[in-house]
């Protein structure tokens, strides 16, 4: 009996089908992905080959992406990369997967960051924010903050491979930070509440860490803890921003204005349309 032969087309033809009965969304897009992957091509090296046959190897190379894409494994997590701000950055399950609803927060901060001396980055993860902006502000000396060992290192990896120095500290929120001040101090912490995250796609539910995405009852729980420290740690006319959820707006300015202790208020929308960023300039 002939061994059945699996061409590019054929192939992506039948994962297509099969990740689309899994509930995947761009099941076309993410197969081709996959099979560049395996195959080590780009995707146009795919549309070029789509007569060629795959061997055992690529065969077995493939399905098995295949099959943990279909139990809901992130695609980055498979992949083990994910590109945000143009840079492309090393992803593992210690750390959340770089999204680009925090580009936003990216920005806003480079716009306010321009002749800073000192930025601080907490809950640093996988280091795509504090990398990010110190490619874009090589001027500032920049610190992250993260209280996961694991994510530290995957930190770390990602500030070598783009050949950028962050000063990385393990432990909680300002803890490790006694005594210092800093020109920009950015965060995106956990901000889903509690009772939302069992009702989140699986990808986010079962693969990315529960500590990255619990924000407490509300979801504030965090901005509860930095807003009213931040000043302690903020030279005079130094920003403190945040990424937030959606709704979480307007209580994150309001625990901004109970501390009497910042100015020039503002957020910023992300590119669908959703307040994403809060923050504010320490006075005096």
């Not at 997590?77 to 950055?89: D, K, P, S």
């Not at 009852?217 to 302690?232: E, K």
């Not at 979480?248 to 625990?255: H, I, N, S």
Request: with cysteine.
């Amino acid at each position: 009996m002939a061994t059945e032969i699996w061409t590019v087309l054929k192939i992506l033809a039948w994962t297509r089908e099969f990740l689309a009965g899994k509930g995947i969304e761009n099941a076309r897009l993410e197969s081709e992905w996959l099979l560049s992957t395996a195959l080590g091509l780009d995707r146009i090296g795919l549309y070029v080959n789509f007569d060629r046959p795959l061997n055992d190897a690529e065969l077995a190379a493939y399905r098995g992406m295949v099959v943990r894409r279909a139990r809901r494994e992130p695609l980055q997590h498979i992949l083990g990369t994910q590109e945000f701000m143009g840079l492309e950055f090393e992803v593992a399950p210690e750390a959340l997967i770089p999204r680009h609803d925090t580009e936003t927060l990216v920005e806003e901060a480079i716009k306010r960051g321009q002749g800073a001396g000192s930025i601080l980055d907490i809950g640093v993860g996988s280091g795509c924010i504090a990398v990010a902006l110190a490619k874009k502000l090589p001027g500032a000396t920049i610190c992250g903050v993260e209280q996961s060992a694991a994510a530290l290192e995957l930190a770390e990896r990602n500030a070598r491979k783009h050949d950028v120095s962050i000063n990385l500290l393990i432990g909680s929120l300002f803890e490790p930070l006694k005594g210092q001040r800093f020109d920009l101090i950015v965060s995106n912490p956990p901000y889903i509440p509690t009772g939302d995250i069992d009702s989140l796609q699986p990808e986010v539910r079962d693969y990315e860490p529960r500590e990255a995405l619990d924000g407490g009852m509300d979801g504030l729980d965090f901005y509860r803890a930095i807003i009213p420290v931040a000043p302690d740690h903020l030279n005079p006319g130094g920003w403190l921003l945040f990424e937030v959820g959606i709704g979480q707006a307007e209580g994150v300015l309001d625990l901004f204005t109970a501390t009497g202790r910042f100015s020039g208020l503002f957020t910023a929308k992300d590119p669908a349309g959703i307040e994403r960023v809060v923050g504010g300039m320490m006075s005096g």
